[in-house]
């Protein structure tokens, strides 16, 4: 049972390059959606949100879109750095209640390469 | 920044014995939570805690496993009779409120049952 799907377990990308990572889902109570970067060893780091109203949000060099109607959205990192090397996992939470578990897709290993 | 902190960082246990990973949420936080990661699957939830109570759990969170705050600070998981099944990372996060706020995870423990 996949709410939440990436599709591509990896991606390589040159250094000053876009990278776009892209995540699919299928529950539509999700309402918040949220990124997280993974170094080997360490817990997932929230990067970025977006709630169901907005279609965009930036913060710095990562734009999160929201496509609710295709149940897709994407991360944007522009210009992509070296030290962007990670796991990156997509996750979605929603529906009412104060503090609804967190579906997270399987991720995508981004490479930057100098 | 303040960030979770989770003990100890690796755990080697012998099947059949009790195991208890701790976690020192964020202080002005309010809501808990336990993931796990088992080698090469996705983050999954375990239980979430709020105001001195299990919130809700998951399917994994059987009668094996329990949740304390003991004090204003601590944040435990107990596996009381540990099965190599139950080897893994396992997370603690903790958010300012549950609804569309971001969870912030901690670097995990990592737990091998022999």
Redesign the interface.
């Known amino acids: 049972d996949q709410q939440v799907k990436q599709n591509s377990p990896s991606l390589s990308v040159q250094e000053g390059r876009i990278s776009i990572l892209n995540c699919d889902y299928t529950n539509s109570m999700f309402?918040?959606f949220?990124w997280?970067k993974k170094y080997p060893?360490?817990?997932?780091?929230?990067l970025i949100?977006i709630?169901s109203i907005k279609d965009k949000n930036e913060d710095g060099r990562f734009t999160v879109f929201l496509n609710k109607s295709a149940k897709h959205l994407s991360l944007h990192i522009v210009p992509s750095q070296p030290g962007d090397s990670a796991v990156y996992?997509c996750?979605a939470n929603g529906g009412?209640?104060?503090?609804?578990?967190?579906?997270?897709?399987?991720?995508t290993r981004l490479s930057v390469i100098a | 920044e303040p960030e979770?902190t989770?003990t100890p960082s690796h755990q080697v246990t012998q099947m059949g014995q009790e195991v208890i990973l701790r976690c020192v949420p964020i202080s002005n936080h309010l809501?808990f939570?336990w993931?796990r990661q088992i080698l090469g699957?996705?983050?999954?939830?375990l239980v979430?805690f709020?105001n001195n109570e299990i919130?809700?759990k998951?399917e994994i969170f059987d009668d094996q496993f329990s949740v304390e705050r003991p004090d204003g600070s601590n944040f435990t998981l107990k596996i009381r009779s540990t099965k190599l099944e139950d080897s893994a990372m396992y997370?603690c996060?903790s958010?300012v409120?549950?609804?569309?706020q971001?969870?912030?995870?901690?670097?995990?423990t990592r737990l091998s049952i022999l």
């Open positions: 309402d918040y949220l997280y060893a360490e817990g997932p780091t929230f949100s709630s996992f996750a009412y209640g104060g503090n609804t578990p967190l579906v997270f897709g399987k991720g | 979770v989770q809501y939570y993931y699957q996705k983050v999954e939830f979430s709020y919130s809700e998951s997370f996060a958010s409120q549950g609804a569309r971001p969870q912030h995870f901690g670097d995990g």
